[in-house]
């Protein structure tokens, strides 16, 4: 392919992907209140007036409109075109990574569920179950199905082991389940032994937060979502490094 055809095919995958990451939005703002995601339509949350289809327009709209709602003039989170822009990114680098693969749809919209957990999770400090399965099931569509259920079963197994053990010896819940279908898809997405690395360097990225934020702590998915990420998008150079510290 062409240089030309390259940056339009990535121009495309980026609109695809603020796509999603307005839908994200919906799911960010009514999942954890308990509203359906589908019915009724986007409506201002101050006026309550609902939106044209104009006013809907991933980041555009937010720039026209200036950061606030046509009808009442209430400002209008930033949140809104970030995590949309975040969503194109997300998408396009995974293009540049895997190419455009058949799968690609599948595993960009499972870290684009990855986001949406994680926004929840800094908010409310909970990551709710529909969303989590969906990363999840998304995360195993791929030329591989069967090894990614493997390391699928094996990181989440691995995990709730752990969790089930730290549990005995502190004598309280030492990790959610939650934690457990993350590390699932994790282990779909990276397998072994890269899946390993992805824990290591979540703990790492926790690590400052966690003794600035200690009395109040800090959610962990966001953690282990950025690390599968970096890790998924240097995965060689994950597993060089894991061979370095192993080997020497």
């Known amino acids: 392919?062409?240089?030309t055809l390259l940056t339009e095919?990535?121009?495309?995958?980026?609109?695809?992907?603020?796509?999603i990451g307005s839908f994200l939005n919906v799911v960010i703002y009514r999942i954890p209140k308990g509203e359906s995601i589908a019915f009724p339509a986007s409506k201002c949350q101050s006026c309550q007036t609902p939106l044209r289809?104009?006013?809907?327009?991933?980041?555009?709209?937010w720039l026209f409109l200036r950061g606030q709602?046509?009808?009442?003039?209430?400002?209008?989170?930033?949140?809104?075109?970030?995590?949309?822009?975040?969503?194109?990114?997300?998408?396009?680098?995974?293009?540049?990574k895997v190419g455009?693969?058949?799968?690609?749809?599948?595993?960009?919209?499972?870290?684009?569920?990855?986001?949406?957990l994680v926004m929840i999770d800094f908010k409310y400090m909970a990551v709710p179950d529909s969303i989590n399965f969906v990363a999840l099931a998304l995360a195993l569509v791929q030329p591989?199905?069967?090894?990614?259920?493997?390391?699928?079963?094996?990181?989440a197994g691995g995990l709730y082991l752990i969790g089930l053990l730290a549990a005995l010896i502190a004598r309280k819940q030492a990790m959610g389940g939650a934690d457990v279908i993350v590390a699932g898809?994790?282990?779909?997405?990276l397998g072994f032994p890269n899946f390993f690395v992805a824990i290591f360097l979540s703990a790492i990225l926790a690590m400052i937060?966690?003794?600035?934020?200690?009395?109040?702590?800090?959610?962990f998915v966001p953690f282990l979502a950025l690390a599968t990420f970096i890790v998924y998008l240097y995965d060689t150079q994950a597993t060089q490094l894991l061979e370095r510290l192993i080997y020497g």
């Open 1 to 3: 392919m062409n240089e």
């Open 9 to 19: 095919i990535a121009l495309i995958v980026f609109i695809f992907g603020i796509m």
């Open 53 to 61: 289809w104009w006013h809907n327009i991933p980041i555009f709209s």
């Open 69 to 96: 709602c046509a009808f009442c003039k209430e400002k209008i989170s930033a949140q809104y075109p970030t995590v949309e822009f975040i969503t194109g990114i997300i998408f396009v680098a995974l293009y540049a």
């Open 100 to 116: 455009l693969v058949w799968y690609l749809p599948f595993v960009a919209t499972s870290f684009a569920a990855l986001l949406a």
């Open 144 to 155: 591989e199905f069967i090894n990614a259920l493997i390391h699928a079963v094996l990181a």
């Open 185 to 189: 898809t994790m282990g779909a997405l």
């Open 209 to 219: 937060p966690s003794l600035i934020n200690r009395e109040n702590g800090v959610p």
